[in-house]
């Protein structure tokens, strides 16, 4: 009788699921490195996710990415959250551990971080104070990021305040809360300004604040990648600025989990990136 080792599973869970990216990406690196292991959309609704997460790692599954709307709700189900994670109030990663133990980790931070340092090199986050626009859980991510990287002043706008309040009392003194209609003020002498808002998007609304204080050596960053080119972006560029599209993130905050599940630490390339865009 032949003794076959256990191939490693892993997968998206989330409600709905079927636009997720993931399962491309995962896939592409899959195939590139020549390891034998899958990974799998999976939706799953609020009300069976602590039955599922109990019930895969029996099925061979060695971790997941989480999304909406279940980002923060693995967190109370984990054994283990990671204190960035904890921060966040969020998480996007889980190993199921050899021990039986579910940890949870935010790489969010990480993936925005890394596409920003990949597509503007000179960028030097310590050098000046940040723009946020935006308070949601990708906000969150990002302004703990940003201060890990040494940001002297993270300024934040969001249409609601009392989000953009709560990040504050979170995260400390470090963080300048502007009202919504003053967000254009607060890119006056930013080095790094984000949005991590939906405006934007693919069949949202446009993001409309005003650049006027903008200046041409900030590097700027949507997360938005639907489309790649926003407008915000677009005009960013005719300022001057160093422009870094979402694309980026997406792809750099999924390289840490695929290394604990699969054992190799895939590289964000182009090639990566021309693969998840034509899919």
Not at 7 to 18: D, E, F, H, K, R
Not at 191 to 214: E, H, I, Y
Request: hydrophobic content about 45%.
């Amino acid at each position: 009788m032949t003794d076959h080792p256990r191939i490693p599973l892993a997968g998206v869970i989330g409600s709905p699921i079927a636009h997720s990216k993931s399962p491309l990406l995962h896939g592409y690196w899959l195939k590139t490195y020549g390891i034998k292991g899958y990974y799998i959309p999976m939706d799953v609704a609020q009300a069976d996710l602590k039955e599922v997460l109990h019930a895969l790692p029996k099925a061979g599954f060695v971790g997941l990415n989480v999304t909406i709307p279940h980002k923060e709700s693995v967190l109370a189900l984990a054994d283990i959250v990671t204190d960035r994670a904890a921060l966040i109030g969020a998480a996007n990663t889980l190993i199921f551990r050899a021990d039986g133990k579910i940890h949870a980790d935010n790489t969010d931070g990480h993936g925005f971080a890394a596409n920003l340092r990949q597509y503007a090199p000179d960028w030097a986050p310590a050098s000046g104070p940040a723009a946020v626009i935006g308070a949601g859980g990708a906000a969150r991510a990002v302004v703990s990021a940003l201060l890990d990287a040494g940001a002297p002043e993270v300024r934040i706008a969001n249409r609601t305040r009392a989000r953009a309040d709560v990040i504050r009392s979170e995260f400390g003194a470090r963080v300048v809360v502007y009202d919504w209609v003053k967000a254009g003020n607060m890119m006056e002498d930013a080095v790094t300004v984000v949005n991590t808002s939906s405006l934007g998007m693919v069949g949202k609304p446009d993001l409309r604040v005003p650049l006027d204080a903008l200046s041409p050596k900030a590097v700027v960053n949507d997360l938005v990648y639907t489309p790649l080119r926003t407008a915000f972006l677009e005009a960013a560029a005719e300022i001057g600025c160093t422009t870094v599209d979402g694309l980026g993130m997406l792809l750099h905050q999924a390289a840490p989990g695929f290394e604990r599940w699969f054992g190799k630490r895939p590289e964000v390339d182009q090639h990566t990136r021309d693969v998840v865009l034509k899919g």
